[in-house]
C-alpha cells in the first residue's frame, strides 16, 4: 500500500498562508483521489477537501474561500495551501488517499501540526 | 452539510465487553458512511466502509451496519488495544463530514 507523508512549515504568522505538501511513495499518485483533513488539538476532524489526479477539486464550503489543493503528478506530491490563516487554523494537517467505491479515506499520513501564532 | 452525531461521546468499557457506538446522519446517505479508530498522538485508521465493509486487515471482532441515516459499529470482544476514539464520516455528500467521535475508555 501507498505511504504519505506530510512536510512544511509547523509555525506560521498570522494572515499568511499555510503551505503543505504531501509526498506518496509506493504507488502512483495518477490514480484515486487525494484529500486532506485538519484536527485542532483535542478536537474532531475536519474534512478540507480532494484532488483527482487530473485537478479537479473539491472544497469544504466553510473553507472554500481561502484554501487550494494542488498535485504534481511528476513528484507524486499534492499540496494545500491555506491562506489569510488564525489562531483557529491551528491543527494538525492530514493527507489521505480516498479509495474508490465509498470514498473512504483509507491510507493516511502520520500527520503535521500546524501553529498559528505570531 | 449532512451533519453527522454519534453517541455516546465517551463510554467506559471492560475488556471482553460487547461495545456498540451509534452514528446518525441528518439525512439518508444510503450506505456511504465510514468507521475510523485513532489513538493518542497517531493519526486515523480505517476500520469500516461502506456501512458494513470490513477493511482489509481489520480484526473481524469489528463490524458496522446500518443505512439511511442510523448506523451502529459494534465491537464483539473489546481487547486491550481497542481503547482509542472511533469517528463515523459520511461520504454521501460534499462536505464529507465526521462525528464528533466516541472515546472508549477503560472501566
Known amino acids: 500500500q501507498v505511504q504519505l507523508q506530510e512536510s512544511g512549515p509547523g509555525l506560521v504568522k498570522p494572515s499568511e498562508t499555510l503551505s503543505l505538501t504531501c509526498s506518496v511513495s509506493?504507488?502512483?499518485?495518477?490514480?484515486?483521489?487525494w484529500s486532506w483533513i485538519r484536527q485542532p488539538p483535542g478536537k474532531g476532524l475536519e474534512w478540507i477537501g480532494f484532488?483527482?489526479?487530473?485537478?479537479?477539486?473539491n472544497y469544504n464550503p466553510s473553507l472554500k474561500s481561502r484554501v487550494t489543493i494542488s498535485v504534481d503528478t511528476s513528484k507524486n506530491q499534492f499540496s494545500l495551501n491555506l491562506s489569510s490563516v488564525t489562531a483557529a487554523d491551528t491543527a494538525v494537517y492530514y493527507c489521505?488517499?480516498?479509495?474508490?467505491?465509498?470514498?473512504?479515506?483509507?491510507?493516511w499520513g502520520q500527520g503535521t501540526l500546524v501553529t498559528v501564532s505570531s | 452539510d449532512i451533519q453527522m452525531t454519534q453517541s455516546p461521546s465517551s463510554l467506559s468499557a471492560s475488556v471482553g465487553d460487547r461495545v456498540t457506538i451509534t452514528c446518525r446522519a441528518s439525512?439518508?446517505?444510503?450506505?456511504?458512511l465510514n468507521w475510523y479508530q485513532q489513538k493518542p498522538g497517531k493519526a486515523p485508521k480505517l476500520l469500516i466502509y461502506?456501512?458494513?465493509s470490513l477493511q482489509s486487515g481489520v480484526a473481524s471482532r469489528f463490524s458496522g451496519s446500518g443505512s439511511g441515516t442510523d448506523f451502529t459499529l459494534t465491537i464483539s470482544s473489546l481487547q486491550p488495544e481497542d481503547f482509542a476514539t472511533y469517528f463515523c464520516?459520511?461520504?454521501?455528500?460534499?462536505?464529507?463530514?465526521f462525528g464528533q467521535g466516541t472515546k472508549v475508555e477503560i472501566k
Open positions: 439525512q439518508s446517505i444510503r450506505n456511504y
Open positions: 489521505a488517499k480516498v479509495s474508490s467505491g465509498y470514498w473512504p479515506l483509507d491510507n
Open positions: 484532488i483527482y489526479y487530473s485537478g479537479s477539486t
Open positions: 461502506a456501512a458494513s
Open positions: 509506493g504507488g502512483s499518485i495518477s490514480r484515486y483521489y
Open positions: 464520516q459520511q461520504a454521501y455528500s460534499t462536505p464529507h463530514t
